[in-house]
């Protein structure tokens, strides 16, 4: 059976429709009737104490920043956070599971021996390019020791490429995070308390350890060096025959 065929042709386009005007007045319209309707709102917000009323009462969702500013979820991603263990350490390990998952190729790390045996590695490097980063929370939701959180900070500006780039200075938790004025914790695993603390288990694996490993470096530093192999005396050379 034959296809059927159809064909299908635009319509001419008229005088105004080439020129463009008809679109550019319509934009115009409701561009200026949203002026119109919010301008008076806007002013009313400067009176004391009756424009205010009115204001809240109209739902004008202008926010007046940054006398203002907007409350938002707790779900919120905002600034990146690096947590810490109760003994002050953080608890990254350098595991590069977040700088894997990133689909942005904005995390770097670099990894060092710790200098509590308790824990294997910990990030010499840390850093987080914001500029490059899409705010997406795939770190946080790779990292396997719950060492990475998102804050609702939201204020972020920089005049250099390099000021954008966040290391552990700027990463670490600190208390203003969690200040009254703070921006406070945003996007994290879990929102409450942590189910592994809940259950006593919150402590890393590697410190109940740490008396025996303590004991093994120092049986080996009592250890005495071992033989050396005696060197091989020189060759001597071969007298030329007379």
């Not at 303590?214 to 530093?221: E, F, M, P, Q, T």
Request: aromatic residues 8%; positive net charge; charged residues 25%.
């Amino acid at each position: 059976m034959a296809a059927r065929v159809v064909n299908v042709s635009a319509p001419e386009q008229t005088f105004l429709e080439k020129i463009y005007l008809i679109e550019v007045a319509k934009g115009m319209i409701r561009t200026l009737g949203h002026f119109f309707r919010n301008a008076p709102r806007t002013l009313l917000h400067e009176v004391p104490v009756i424009g205010k009323k009115l204001v809240a009462k109209l739902g004008i969702p202008t926010i007046h920043y940054p006398e203002q500013k907007r409350d938002y979820s707790d779900r919120f991603r905002g600034r990146h956070i690096l947590k810490k263990r109760d003994d002050g350490t953080l608890k990254c390990v350098a595991c590069y599971m977040c700088q894997t998952a990133c689909p942005a190729d904005c995390i770097h790390i670099e990894a060092g021996e710790h200098p509590n045996l308790a824990y294997e590695k910990h990030p010499v490097v840390f850093e987080i390019d914001l500029l490059r980063c899409v705010m997406c929370g795939f770190c946080v939701d790779a990292c396997p020791k719950d060492a990475i959180w998102m804050t609702r900070d939201y204020e972020l500006s920089f005049f250099t490429r390099q000021s954008a780039i966040y290391g552990i200075p700027e990463l670490t938790e600190k208390p203003s995070d969690t200040a009254s004025d703070g921006p406070g914790y945003g996007y994290r695993p879990y929102y409450g308390q942590s189910p592994m603390k809940k259950a006593g288990e919150f402590q890393p694996s590697g410190l109940a350890l740490l008396p025996v490993l303590d004991l093994r470096a120092k049986a080996i530093n009592r250890m005495p060096p071992p033989p050396q192999a005696p060197k091989p005396a020189p060759a001597q050379a071969a007298k030329p025959a007379a």
